[in-house]
């Protein structure tokens, strides 16, 4: 056999096994992955859409392939907040930050982001529903378990509010504190100008 030809075909076999191990893991990455992923990023697409009911559905159906799926319940939250229904969004929340707070390794960085944001999204509710006191607790674990994860605005910010410059969690923490600090008839715990750049969070 001509020596050219087997070194050509060698080279071909080595390339066509790369090209097909490289789809693989396309494959298996974007369209298997982990159970309930596939779902929850379908629901944070309907969610930036402002598609609530859609959103549900997604979502439910990733947590019927993974029950305790962190990405799928904070979509969850985070839609009964946009439609103001705060004692379901609450409830989501808490239960994850049980879940997080009993399970989450202090090595899974994106895990203990989204505990961070969990605490900050139910401090925005207390804070909305008037209970201050119960906002800035939040608030302040929140900044303890991972400020960087709430610092600023994230794309979804941007794109779900078109709000470059949404007020921060640290912020509102020190406005509060402040007015906490005040005789009740002096406090200033509201003002809307300000409350409407408080917006939620998602890792």
Do not use: W
């Amino acid at each position: 056999m001509n020596p050219r030809v087997v070194k050509r075909f060698i080279i071909i076999c080595l390339i066509t096994t790369a090209v097909i191990f490289t789809a693989n893991t396309f494959f298996q990455e974007f369209f298997q992955g982990t159970p309930g992923d596939f779902y929850t990023r379908q629901g944070d697409i309907h969610l930036g859409s402002k598609k609530f009911d859609d959103a549900l559905v997604s979502f439910g159906k990733a947590l019927e392939e993974a029950p305790d799926h962190r990405g799928a319940l904070m979509g969850r939250a985070l839609v009964f907040m946009q439609r103001e229904e705060y004692s379901k969004a609450t409830s989501e929340l808490t239960y994850l930050i049980d879940f997080l707070n009993k399970n989450l390794d202090p090595e899974d960085l994106t895990g203990v982001g989204t505990l961070s944001a969990a605490y900050a999204n139910r401090g925005i509710i207390q804070d909305r529903l008037g209970k201050y006191q119960a906002a800035f607790d939040d608030y302040v674990l929140a900044l303890k378990t991972d400020e960087e994860a709430i610092d600023g605005p994230s794309l979804f910010d941007k794109i779900l509010y078109g709000n470059s410059k949404p007020s921060t969690v640290r912020d509102r923490a020190i406005y509060i504190h402040k007015q906490l600090q005040l005789p009740p008839e002096k406090r200033l715990l509201r003002v809307l100008e300000i409350d409407n750049k408080q917006r939620m969070y998602k890792p």
